[in-house]
């Protein structure tokens, strides 16, 4: 019996395991009684199938356990193709079209780079990536991925970032992209249309999905994006499809925690509608990814104990005949105990080299190919560049059910790049000599004339010529071109100011903080009549923490299972209700994975053309020092949503300290470009920006999103004052004029801190006689977003009238030093200085968090009524407008230490 008949992809069949390959025994070794076992078993397979087979190996496991033997544990099948040669059928495509097409295509993704880098040196652009690639992804274009059309929704491809050029060169012979465009590759600033590095949503919106360059955060978006899709339909929101996740992947890209860390949500959500293609050409950008290993047989166990559907595509049919003459097992063997180091040197070295190290190891394997030469023996296929076993594969990833499938695929990094293949420095390869390209030319028998062939320029055949219509016509079949973006405007109403009325009102006396505020907001958006279906709730694990337990009442958690127990609070109202239906994403303990379900949701208007309306809620400093970078991508995926950072402030979260107290999330959120960042003080202030926001996102379509912190801190919410939602979305308005007349100071308070700088502004009237005007300040970011925007004018315009900076309009007419607090570092206010006409004086959390109650740790950070009154007369004093020896006993009436540690150093 062959091997390959032996390997039926079963993981109850599997006879051999990686690493320790025993090298089974020649069967004359065997020992007589070992043998009969196998004749025995091998009748059963052939008599009865495999299934029975596996029945019995199961049988026969359990009674080993009974009887204390324990089976090894096998996460690993022989290093063959899952799909057994005698399973597979026939390729239903043109190869000879689909070769030309795909020789067409590698052609121009080269030239693109190998121009662009002529023209331009050190642009750069990647050639090794898609010339690994290129055979999986057109199997892909032309047999499996389906495009969005009318009503139907399509397929989603999260493409390996680096392999962008190949995407583009499809798009170009299908007329999608001009050669202008392909001639501007990375360069995007020259007012002509170019085209960008790698899939970027933000820079190319009618073409890329999904951002994914980013090493990792492909594969786990894909992940979540599938299991949203799942939840979509089953909240009845969008039809259940056969629609498809494929997502493509660097094998050096597994190295990455984002990348493995949630395979098991996969599985658990029995996501068969996700596939993803590990593309194994055995290196990264270094050099080999398991030099000493085997990365295949690494994955495999890896997908295999996360419960994963696991396809290995690692043998062209090249090597079915010589499989079928490997009687004495020995070939096989080979296979098994080369390591990667040593497959990437049989690619890099050639034919020979692979016929006397690899199958020269063995008489036996070195017999098998006597008859061939070493051009042949250096052509011999790995799967990735064999249509034929690629089709069979995906064809059974998308037969797949009950899960998730992934497809490892061996090929070749460089694939085809002459000298540049399989080298440790093909990543950086940029460009090809002239032997180099005209090799190229030769592998993939390019049909490119001469001169474009000489000169490695872009080439496209006439539009009717058989090539190019067979792809046109492929694509028609299977829906339309792809990849494909359609940049859809939201189109909802935002509802009146109105509708918040709580918050609008105030608390009428009662404590609460801006968290409660918003999370009765929250509800009341959830029974809003066109916009509560769309909200998405999503919380990692922290629904106690911000109060969610009546949403969760009220909404319920999606649990795609449903609830399968009786929870044991369900005699309260308040119990943990998991409905299949349920609406509240609650992702247990990961913020990675929870901002993935936000970028989901963030992009199902584009995506799904459901305008989804996410509230990710968040211990504000596990957001954006964590998942920063996936933060960024749903920027450049033009996400839309709401950032929620819950627990915020460096002294308003009371006992938790260093690693828990966020006194700088709002520092890193400015550099979003489109990220608006509100610190709101007072529930109607929250109220304001998120109606704004989902005025500006979902009925305007801006391509912006928020992060708003709320806090945990109770105290009265005031009722909203007349005639300030422009400043609160502006960024600063006056909450309360000075008590005495003329003010001659100004202070600035954000978030809990502003009612320390009103209890500030009492003392300093009372027992100073100093009048100090007290503003909100909602957002400096915005404040200097908007003041560099008119520097820049100014700058640009130096003959018309000089225009105003918002912050210095609000201003005008006012007196005196501004002193600044938040529960923020210094640097957030330090924004406005270059524009205040009056000294700044910041006052804000720098440094290390501590584990105090907020008294103690306002005191600690210098950011209590205290500290600003001195701070204050400090200023004041310096400025001779008060007197510096009464300054000097402010600080001991109210216990200011001078000498105390500085916390920014503490
Ligand atoms: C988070 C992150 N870190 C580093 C890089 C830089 N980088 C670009 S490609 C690459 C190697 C990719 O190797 P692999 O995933 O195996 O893809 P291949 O090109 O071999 O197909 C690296 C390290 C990146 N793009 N993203
Ligand atoms: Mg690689």
């Known amino acids: 019996m062959s091997r390959l008949k032996e390997d039926s992809g ?11 390959l025993p090298a089974e025994p020649a069967e004359s070794e065997q020992s007589a009684e070992v043998a009969e076992w196998l004749e025995a078993f091998d009748q059963i397979i052939d008599q009865e199938g495999p299934s029975r087979a596996a029945e019995l190996l199961d049988a026969l496991e359990r009674r080993a356990l009974e009887s204390g033997v324990e089976p090894p544990t096998r996460l690993h099948t022989p290093y063959v193709n899952t799909v057994p040669v005698e399973e597979e059928l026939p390729y239903p495509g043109d190869r000879d079209l689909e070769r030309r097409v795909e020789a067409l295509i590698r052609w121009n993704a080269m030239a693109m780079v190998h121009r662009q880098n002529k023209k331009d040196s050190g642009i750069g652009g990647h050639l090794a990536t898609y010339s690994s690639l290129a055979t999986l992804l057109e199997v892909g274009f032309n047999h499996f991925f389906r495009a969005a059309y009318d009503d139907h929704p399509g397929d989603m491809i999260y493409f390996q970032g680096h392999a962008a050029p190949g995407v583009y060169a499809r798009a170009f012979l299908e007329g999608r992209i001009d050669e202008k465009q392909v001639l501007n590759f990375r360069h995007e600033t020259r007012g002509e249309p170019g085209l960008s590095s790698y899939p ?38 969008i039809e259940k499809t056969q629609r498809k996740i494929w997502a493509f992947v660097g094998d050096g890209e597994t190295d990455e925690v984002e990348t493995l860390g949630a395979l098991t949500v996969a599985t658990r959500e029995k996501l068969d509608n996700l596939i993803f293609v590990v593309n194994c050409n055995l290196q990264r950008l270094d050099g080999p990814v398991r030099g000493n290993g085997k990365i295949i047989s690494e994955l495999e166990g890896v997908f295999r104990g996360a419960g994963w559907n696991v396809i290995k595509v690692i043998w062209g049919s090249d090597w079915d005949p010589l499989f079928a003459r490997d009687h004495s097992g020995m070939l096989l063997k080979r296979m098994e105990e080369c390591v990667d180091g040593e497959y990437q040197a049989f690619k890099a070295k050639g034919g020979a080299y692979a016929r006397e190290h690899f199958f020269g190891k063995y008489p036996e394997t070195l017999e098998l190919v006597t008859h061939m030469s070493d051009e042949q023996l250096a052509n011999l296929h790995r799967g990735g560049h064999d249509p034929k076993k690629i089709y069979n594969a995906y064809l059974r990833a998308i037969e797949h059910s009950g899960g998730p499938t992934v497809i490892l695929a061996k090929t070749v990094k460089g694939y085809g790049l002459g000298s540049a293949q399989a080298r440790n420095a093909t ?265 704004d926001g989902l005025r500006r996102m979902y009925q305007k379509g801006e391509g912006v999103f928020y992060y708003i912190t709320m806090y945990n801190e109770d105290y009265a919410m005031p009722e909203m004052p007349k005639g300030v939602e422009e400043g609160i979305l502006r960024g600063i308005y006056r909450y309360q004029a000075a008590p005495g007349g003329k003010a001659s100071l100004q202070l600035f308070g954000s978030g809990p801190i502003l009612n320390e700088a009103l209890k500030a502004q009492t003392i300093l009237a009372e027992k100073y006689s100093v009048q100090a005007d007290v503003w909100s300040v909602t957002s400096y970011t915005e404040l200097r977003r908007e003041a560099l925007a008119t520097d820049r004018w100014n700058l640009l315009h130096p003959a018309e009238k000089e225009k105003q900076p918002d912050v210095l309009k609000v201003l005008e007419g006012t007196e005196g030093p501004v002193v600044a607090a938040s529960d923020y570092m210094k640097i957030v206010p330090d924004q406005l200085a270059p524009w205040l006409r009056e000294r700044l004086v910041s006052l804000g959390t720098d440094g290390f968090g501590r584990s105090d109650n907020r008294e103690y740790l306002r005191k600690h950070f210098e950011v209590s009524a205290e500290s600003i009154v001195v701070a204050a007369l400090s200023r004041l004093s310096r400025e001779k407008k008060f007197d510096a020896k009464k300054a000097q006993k402010a600080f001991q009436e109210l216990g200011v230490d001078p000498d105390k540690v500085d916390p920014a150093r503490a």
């Open 200 to 237: 970027h949503p933000w820079l190319m919106p009618d073409f890329w999905r999904f951002p994914t360059v980013s090493m990792g955060i492909g594969p786990l978006n894909a992940i979540y994006q599938a299991r949203f899709m799942r939840y979509l339909e089953h909240r009845g929101l």
């Open 427 to 691: 990543h950086q390869e940029k460009k090809l000599t002239d032997d180099a390209l005209q090799t190229f030319r030769k592998v993939f028998n390019i049909p490119v004339p001469d001169d474009a062939a000489k000169d490695g320029v872009p080439y496209r055949p006439e539009k009717d010529t058989p090539e190019i219509s067979y792809m046109k016509q492929r694509r028609k079949e299977l829906g339309g071109f792809m990849p494909k973006r359609e940049d859809r405007k939201p189109d909802l109403k935002a509802p009146s100011l109105e509708f918040f009325g709580d918050a609008i009102g105030g608390s009428r006396g009662r404590a609460v903080s801006t968290t409660m505020g918003f999370v009765s907001m929250l509800r009341t958006l959830l029974k809003h009549p066109e916009m509560g279906k769309l909200v998405v709730p999503i919380v990692p694990d922290e629904g106690r923490t911000f109060g969610l337990e009546s949403a969760i009442r009220q909404v319920g958690i999606y649990a795609s299972q449903g609830q399968l127990y009786t929870p044991h609070d369900q005699d309260i109202l308040l119990y943990y209700r998991e409905e299949k239906d349920g609406q509240i994403l609650e992702e247990g303990i990961t913020e990675a994975g929870s901002m993935a379900s936000f970028a989901a949701a963030g992009t199902a208007y584009s995506n799904y053309r459901l305008p989804t309306i996410p509230f990710y809620m968040y211990y504000s400093m596990f957001g954006f020092q964590r998942v920063g970078d996936l933060i960024w991508a749903f920027g450049d995926a033009r996400g839309k949503g709401f950032l929620m950072g819950g627990t915020a402030g460096r002294t308003t979260l009371s006992g938790e300290g260093l690693q828990h107290c966020d006194g700088h999330s709002v520092v890193m959120s400015s550099v979003y470009p489109n990220c608006l960042t509100y610190d709101p003080a007072f529930a109607y202030e929250m109220a304001v920006i998120v109606n």
């Open 10 to 20: 079963s993981i109850m069949v599997v006879m051999n395991a990686y690493p320790a």
